[in-house]
């Protein structure tokens, strides 16, 4: 089993402030996915990475995942109090088990 | 289309009380999961269902967990008895077919333990 690691744990930033987040593995990752889990709710799907070196933008929002595979970021230009949550990354494992093993998270809190 | 439905949202209990948590996923996901999430950290898989069988326990503490999907289709999570470290939010999860293509999760239920 994957033991991904997220940094920061916490960050506190003000509106339209631009931040990095990062999750680290010391195995290789066939694929990655992140997540933003909003207070009382699960987490939802933001966007999964497959091939290394790979660049994916949703919005505000760029994704990259290493070029060993081992390490992916997120980073988010002119951040919005609606982007305040829980933002995780996760390993969906191999083919055929597919259960998902999660990172400890980065909270992100968005100040208006 | 209906998301995952867990009930109840919030459960108060005292240690060595029983509590069952309730998850009905999407119409057709063969794949079933329960996750714990500790304040603080990610969701740690506690057990995978594939219609109503077993394919991953190996997290699940069996000497007090205990979890069924009767039929294949909806399923319970019991804790008997709670312990005060069972204090979490416990999430279900489900997918078509392994996780292949993505998984949705309900909002989960609360569990405090006194």
């Known amino acids: 089993t994957q033991l991904l690691e997220q940094s920061p744990q916490f960050l506190s930033i003000q509106e339209g402030e631009n931040l990095t987040v990062y999750c680290n593995s010391s195995?290789?990752?066939?694929?990655l996915q992140w997540y933003r889990q909003e207070p009382g709710e699960g987490p939802v799907l933001l966007v999964t990475?497959?091939?290394?070196?790979e660049v994916k933008k949703l919005k505000r929002l760029t994704f990259q995942f290493g070029d060993a595979r081992k390490d992916s970021s997120l980073h988010i230009t002119a951040a919005q109090p609606g982007d305040t949550g829980l933002y995780l990354c996760?390993?969906?494992?191999?083919?055929?088990?597919?259960?998902?093993?999660f990172g400890s998270g980065t909270r992100l809190q968005v100040q208006p | 289309e209906a998301g995952v439905a867990q009930s109840p949202r919030y459960k108060i209990i005292e240690k060595r009380q029983s509590v069952a948590f309730w998850c009905n996923p999407i119409?057709?996901?063969?794949?079933l999961y329960w996750y714990q999430q500790i304040l603080g950290q990610g969701p740690k898989l506690l057990i995978q269902?594939?219609?109503?069988?077993?394919?991953?326990d190996s997290q699940l503490p069996k000497d007090r967990f205990s979890a069924e999907r009767l039929k294949g289709v909806d399923s319970t999570l019991k804790i008997q008895p709670a312990k005060l470290e069972d204090s979490a939010v416990y999430l279900c999860?489900?997918?078509?077919?392994?996780?292949?293509?993505?998984?949705?999760f309900g909002s989960g239920t609360r569990l405090t333990v006194v």
């Open positions: 990475v497959v091939t290394g070196g």
């Open positions: 999860a489900s997918s078509l077919a392994g996780g292949d293509y993505g998984y949705t």
């Open positions: 269902f594939q219609n109503n069988g077993v394919v991953d």
């Open positions: 996760a390993d969906p494992g191999d083919t055929g088990r597919r259960a998902l093993t």
């Open positions: 195995s290789v990752f066939s694929s």
């Open positions: 119409s057709g996901h063969a794949t």
